[in-house]
């Protein structure tokens, strides 16, 4: 004898799923998203940016997840499924509230736990200006 399907919000079926797993969910995706906050923050004070440090949450203006090196914004993700345009999209928010003149969005590289393994994404116009500043 099979048990009637549960139902959710507004009575419909949620067939296997569990109300309380999009809770353990959230959790769980925060806090892989902060473990690669701290690793890319830790790798960025071993490569002599002492000042790195991961921003608070919950700020009104998003100004990226890594603060203490000026002029530039870095977003750190760590995702199964890449959305580079919306991230880049995120980035270019972030620098403008940051006032920023350069970022990039850094990504975690699935099977790669070193941070220097990651890839960093930026748009053209983004990249174009550090070269400018590379030529000086």
């Not at 969910?25 to 701290?38: Q, Y």
């Not at 440090?53 to 997840?65: E, F, M, S, V, Y």
């Not at 850094?106 to 941070?115: I, Q, S, W």
């Amino acid at each position: 004898m099979t048990s009637p399907p549960m139902r959710g919000l507004f009575g419909k079926e949620t067939v296997g799923t569990n109300i309380m797993g999009s809770a353990k969910t959230a959790r769980a995706a925060k806090a892989k998203g902060a473990g690669a906050e701290r690793d890319f923050r830790d790798w960025l004070r071993e490569n002599g940016f002492p000042y790195a440090d991961r921003r608070l949450a919950g700020a009104t203006l998003d100004k990226g997840d890594i603060s203490g090196i000026p002029g530039v914004t870095i977003e750190i993700k760590n995702h199964a499924k890449m959305d580079l345009a919306g991230w880049v999209e995120e980035l270019i928010t972030e620098m403008n509230n940051d006032k920023a003149w350069t970022g990039a969005v850094v990504h975690k590289r699935k099977g790669k736990g070193n941070p220097a393994d990651w890839y960093a994404t930026m748009p053209v116009s983004v990249w174009i200006e550090l070269l400018k500043k590379a030529m000086k």
